[in-house]
């Protein structure tokens, strides 16, 4: 299983970007998706999920009203919309896939992906 992560780049604070992580799972649609990230210094960190069924997400504070999480399973991808980006989200982003209907662990993902690096500047 492969989830190759891409999308980050650098950009001024109030931009936007979108992270994309394709997935090689035959049953993508069964899968919920994740996304976390990396600051430097600090501990990895739950940014969104998104159920299988899509009718389920989730965000961490810190995002809220700025992320959006989406899947488009037809192609086994899923999304991350960040908009008003701030300097604290600089960090390296990870996708993951989880069998669990609603992951709310980070060790309740079985696969992830490689990382994608974000950096906002001030």
């Known amino acids: 299983v492969q989830l190759q992560a891409c999308g980050g780049g650098l950009v001024q604070a109030g931009g936007s970007l979108r992270l994309s992580c394709a997935a090689s799972?035959?049953?993508?649609?069964?899968?919920?998706m994740g996304w976390f990230r990396r600051a430097p210094g600090k501990e990895r960190e739950f940014v969104a999920y998104i159920s299988g069924s899509g009718v389920t997400i989730s965000y961490a504070d810190s995002v809220k009203g700025r992320f959006t999480i989406y899947r488009a399973d037809a192609k086994n991808t899923v999304y991350l919309q960040m908009n008003s980006l701030k300097p604290e989200d600089t960090a390296v982003y990870y996708c993951a896939a989880s069998a669990l209907v609603i992951p709310t662990t980070r060790e309740s993902y079985d696969y992830w992906g490689q990382g994608t690096q974000v950096t906002v500047s001030s």
């Open positions: 799972l035959r049953t993508f649609s069964k899968y919920a």
